[in-house]
């Protein structure tokens, strides 16, 4: 069975601080992918990054950073710098390579306080 | 890039009342979309695959005749929640994608039942 779980609920900082969201998966795929998106209060989801399960290479996008790491199956999200803007929830997720529907996370709440 | 509109973004609705949703890919064909429900601070939980041309896969615990997904174009698909209770109030957000590309949120529809 696949299962992602994220188990922070909710973290607050203060902004400039980095924050790291925590994700680790369960799956008997090979080959997979991982996903990291964004929910803000207006509920839409926006998409952060896809990571094929053959690509370790940890990812930098600005002030966003991936660590994969298969061995302990954990595909970690780290803000640098936070910003107010950050606060929203944050869903982990997980699909097969032959199917496009997602497993979710429980979601970790990020508050970033002025 | 690929779009996805969801329509209508919040409805309130009569309990005992119909309430369609449309899901449509604005830029692409998708010849599969996915039908997720969301409960206030929860996370997304897959109700059905909707499949152009053929009957929707339902998830387990989903009731098909409460929920009826249509998919009759590659643009397509809509969601009708048949005779509302306070009890399906909750967000729905629908996805579609490219064969073996990410996937792309609608907006979400925020139905309320009263």
């Known amino acids: 069975a696949q299962k992602v779980t994220q188990a922070q609920t909710e973290i607050s900082v203060v902004e400039k601080e980095d924050v790291t969201l925590d994700c680790v998966y369960e799956?008997?795929?090979?080959?997979?992918?991982l996903f990291w998106y964004k929910q803000p209060p207006s509920g839409e989801l926006v998409f952060l990054i896809r990571?094929?399960?053959?690509?370790?290479q940890n990812e930098i996008s600005g002030r966003y950073s991936w660590n994969f790491q298969k061995s302990t199956s954990s595909f970690n999200f780290t803000i640098t710098a936070s910003q107010v803007v950050d606060s929203a929830v944050y869903f982990c997720?997980?699909?097969?390579?032959?199917?496009?529907?997602?497993?979710f996370g429980t979601g970790t709440r990020l508050q970033v306080f002025p | 890039g690929a779009v996805v509109s969801q329509h209508p973004s919040r409805v309130i609705c009569k309990s005992g009342t119909s309430v369609k949703i449309e899901c449509r890919s604005l830029d692409f064909q998708a010849t599969t979309m996915f039908w997720y429900r969301q409960f206030p601070k929860q996370s997304l939980m897959l109700m059905a695959t909707s499949n152009e041309g053929s009957k929707a896969t339902y998830e387990q615990g989903v009731e098909k005749d409460k929920f009826l997904i249509n998919h009759a174009s590659l643009t397509l698909s809509t969601l009708t929640v048949t005779s509302a209770h306070p009890e399906d109030s909750s967000f729905y957000i629908c996805?579609?994608?490219?064969?073996?590309?990410?996937?792309?949120f609608g907006q979400g529809t925020r139905l309320t039942v009263v």
């Open positions: 996805s579609a994608s490219r064969t073996g590309g990410e996937a792309f």
């Open positions: 799956t008997r795929d090979t080959t997979y992918y």
């Open positions: 997720a997980l699909s097969g390579v032959n199917t496009d529907k997602l497993i």
């Open positions: 990571r094929n399960s053959f690509d370790e």
